[in-house]
């Protein structure tokens, strides 16, 4: 699974980082900063998660 966040769009509201922090984290702005662009199995339910929940619909999921 590949996990993307579009930047142009991300307003930080951080929604993915607080609901799945072991794969997104935040700059100083507030904004998105994606740890992990190959999602290990284990965050797989995190990358779900954020995709769902991010309100711009900054954060796009693919499946492998
Ligand atoms: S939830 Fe979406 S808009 Fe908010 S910080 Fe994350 S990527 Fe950006």
């Known amino acids: 699974m590949r996990v993307r966040v579009d930047l142009a ?18 700059d100083d702005a ?6 992990h662009e190959d999602v290990p199995p284990e965050l797989e339910d995190q990358a779900r998660t954020g995709e769902r929940n991010c309100p711009e619909q900054a ?6």
């Open 59 to 64: 954060i796009t999921v693919e499946d492998a």
């Open 30 to 35: 507030g904004h998105c900063v994606l740890l």
């Open 9 to 26: 769009v991300c307003t930080g509201h951080g929604r993915c980082y607080s609901l799945s922090p072991d794969l997104f984290s935040a």
